[in-house]
């Protein structure tokens, strides 16, 4: 009996002494949230909110708040390069937040490259601005809302015994194939821009962009930070082919530039 109370003593003990190292596991580890990160920006503590909504990014995944959040902690740190490219990320994702554009085209006016000015059509224009209406997943739902009528529409148009009516209903479920369809192509441009990110921005103070993937090719431009470029040639690791607005081209080294 003795020997069985020392026993759960002794047991006791050491459950006692897992809870504590348990708890000060617990107490050690640190759960970010978007609120801290706020706070920290609040208070003007940018390095704390920077390295806090990076923390989210990396465990949460990607979102548009998240991102444009960064960016004005980067802005206002005077880290131009970063701000611009946590802009871009969070246009991405949401590209019709007018806050997001606001401050990327002033995070811009801040960098030593200025965007040239390159002429298009009317319409080109007014496509753009109008796929940004949307984010892709709202394409995506506007694209099955569009389908969902049309399918309402091919019913009414097979019960329906007036003519005049058929017709309306008709017209009605034409346009609504063009939308399902136009909704669908611009939702799959969208998802393409976020899987394969084409676009990137330069890093580095100054760098020398070459005619050829190598530090003895000719000098043809020099690109300074928060520069966005295309990039034209991926299949090099250490180098990237790469194009300008203007339609120059030429080829950087890799780690002078950071995907969008």
């Keep these: 009996m003795k020997r069985f109370l020392i026993y759960i ?5 050491a459950t006692a002494n897992l809870c504590a190292q ?3 596991f617990s107490d050690s580890t640190v759960v970010y949230n978007k609120a801290m990160a706020d706070s920290a920006y609040a208070t003007a503590d940018y390095a704390t909110a920077i390295y806090i909504y990076e923390q989210l990014l990396a465990t949460e995944g990607e979102a548009a708040s998240v991102y444009y959040n960064l960016g004005n902690a980067y802005y206002k740190s005077g880290d131009i390069a970063h701000a611009i490219l946590n802009y871009e990320r969070a246009l991405l994702l949401d590209p019709s937040n007018g806050d997001t554009q606001f401050n990327l085209e ?7 490259d200025k965007n040239a000015v390159v002429s298009e059509l009317f319409f080109v224009r007014w496509f753009r601005d109008f796929v940004s209406i949307l984010s892709v997943d709202g394409w995506a739902k506007c694209g099955i809302l569009c389908f969902i009528i049309l399918i309402l529409c091919l019913t009414l148009f097979i019960f329906n015994k007036k003519s005049k009516t058929k017709k309306i209903i008709f017209i009605f479920a034409l346009l609504s194939l063009v939308c399902t369809v136009l909704a669908n192509v611009i939702a799959s441009s969208q998802k393409d821009k976020l899987v394969y990110r084409e676009s990137a921005i330069v890093m580095e103070p100054s760098v020398t962009v070459r005619s050829t993937p190598s530090t003895s090719g000719t000098e043809l431009f020099i690109l300074h930070e928060g520069k966005k470029i295309t990039i034209k040639d991926d299949s090099m690791k250490e180098w990237k082919e790469i194009e300008i607005e203007d339609g120059n081209i030429g080829w950087l080294p890799a780690s002078a530039i950071e995907r969008i």
Excluded: I
Excluded at 9 to 13: D, S
Excluded at 106 to 112: I, Q
């Design 9 to 13: 003593c002794m047991l006791a003990c």
């Design 22 to 24: 348990a708890t000060t």
């Design 106 to 112: 002033l995070a811009r006016s801040k960098a030593v």
